[in-house]
């Protein structure tokens, strides 16, 4: 303890006191050294706030290098400040490279930028879930499933076209650009369970989507637990807009509006499925307001 508070009163106490201050100011390459470091230290996040703050900083230290080099003469100052140059040099390469490595196709750059950019996804992470899926083309009329037939094993978000759902033959809704086409059928099963689709899934027009394998996608959901809380999200939210597009077309008596949380009322169509009692209130209600 003693040792220590010596240390400190050679540095501050006995340390001999500035008299003599410079009256001409420094030269201009000292004053854009500090400008560089005022603007860099007010870079943001991420790939490009890192390549602005690199910039900036290593152009600082390249301007104070060469102010101690030509007006202090000062081998130690030059040693420094060129040190710390050469490393923003070098971290900004490196930045800079994994930039440009991030590459995708046009259909991941459209949803990077239409639904993980908004929430704040970084590029990275996206690279991972982009390299963990396949851009599939779905031509006009065919279908990605059929009720009853098509096995739940893949989850897919369509990137452009539009896609039809039927149940029975009688139109549901329709799934537009960067929504899920099958977000209630991944939902409604477990990881180890398996399931087949209850409607049918038809392309209205030439339809591009991106498609993940379902075990792929759970690797990768216990491998980065945010892209699992990123996609619960997504899927969450999916689900509600299509049940509020199906809330939309379904009107009861005198163009009342269904309430979504009631009773399923496309259970109805259902065949061999038990039915809540509240859905033979709603027949008979209907009943008389037809009347």
Request: charged letters at 20%.
């Given at each position: 303890?003693?040792?220590?508070?010596?240390?400190?009163?050679?540095?501050?106490?006995?340390?001999?006191?500035?008299?003599?201050?410079?009256?001409?100011?420094?030269?201009?390459?000292?004053?854009?050294?500090?400008?560089?470091?005022?603007?860099?230290?007010?870079?943001?996040?991420?790939?490009?706030?890192?390549?602005?703050?690199?910039?900036?900083?290593?152009?600082?230290?390249?301007?104070?290098?060469?102010?101690?080099?030509?007006?202090?003469?000062?081998?130690?100052?030059?040693?420094?400040?060129?040190?710390?140059?050469i490393i923003?040099?070098?971290?900004?390469?490196?930045?800079?490279?994994?930039?440009?490595?991030i590459?995708?196709?046009?259909?991941?750059?459209?949803?990077?930028?239409?639904?993980?950019?908004?929430?704040?996804?970084?590029?990275?992470?996206?690279?991972?879930?982009?390299?963990?899926?396949?851009?599939?083309?779905?031509?006009?009329?065919?279908?990605?499933?059929?009720?009853?037939?098509?096995?739940?094993?893949?989850?897919?978000?369509?990137?452009?076209?539009?896609?039809?759902?039927?149940?029975?033959?009688?139109?549901?809704?329709?799934?537009?650009?960067?929504?899920?086409?099958?977000?209630?059928e991944?939902?409604?099963?477990?990881?180890?369970?398996e399931?087949?689709?209850?409607?049918?899934?038809?392309?209205?027009?030439?339809?591009?989507?991106?498609?993940?394998?379902?075990?792929?996608?759970?690797?990768?959901?216990?491998?980065?637990?945010?892209?699992?809380?990123?996609?619960?999200?997504?899927?969450?939210?999916?689900?509600?807009?299509?049940?509020?597009?199906?809330?939309?077309?379904?009107?009861?008596?005198?163009?009342?509006?269904?309430?979504?949380?009631?009773?399923?009322?496309?259970?109805?169509?259902?065949?061999?499925?038990?039915?809540?009692?509240?859905?033979?209130?709603?027949?008979?209600?209907?009943?008389?307001c037809?009347?």
């Amino acid at each position: 303890m003693e040792r220590n508070s010596t240390v400190w009163k050679n540095l501050i106490d006995e340390h001999p006191v500035c008299t003599n201050w410079k009256q001409e100011a420094e030269g201009a390459i000292y004053h854009l050294a500090s400008i560089f470091f005022v603007v860099g230290f007010m870079g943001g996040s991420g790939f490009f706030g890192l390549l602005y703050v690199f910039s900036l900083l290593g152009l600082g230290f390249l301007c104070t290098a060469i102010w101690a080099w030509i007006d202090v003469c000062a081998a130690d100052i030059f040693s420094w400040h060129f040190v710390l140059f050469i490393i923003c040099f070098m971290q900004f390469v490196h930045v800079a490279y994994q930039v440009r490595s991030i590459t995708f196709a046009r259909e991941f750059q459209l949803m990077y930028s239409s639904i993980f950019q908004p929430l704040g996804t970084p590029m990275p992470v996206f690279r991972l879930i982009a390299l963990s899926s396949e851009v599939v083309t779905l031509e006009k009329e065919h279908c990605y499933a059929m009720q009853g037939k098509t096995s739940i094993d893949k989850l897919s978000l369509l990137v452009s076209g539009r896609i039809r759902v039927t149940v029975d033959g009688e139109f549901l809704h329709y799934i537009f650009p960067f929504q899920f086409l099958d977000s209630p059928e991944w939902d409604s099963l477990r990881p180890t369970e398996e399931g087949t689709f209850q409607v049918t899934l038809t392309a209205e027009t030439d339809c591009r989507y991106v498609s993940w394998r379902r075990k792929k996608l759970y690797l990768l959901f216990a491998q980065y637990r945010y892209i699992s809380r990123l996609f619960s999200v997504l899927i969450g939210s999916d689900i509600a807009d299509k049940l509020y597009a199906l809330n939309d077309r379904v009107y009861i008596g005198r163009r009342y509006h269904y309430d979504i949380r009631l009773p399923n009322f496309y259970q109805l169509a259902g065949p061999g499925k038990p039915r809540s009692p509240l859905i033979g209130h709603f027949r008979n209600s209907r009943q008389h307001c037809d009347k």
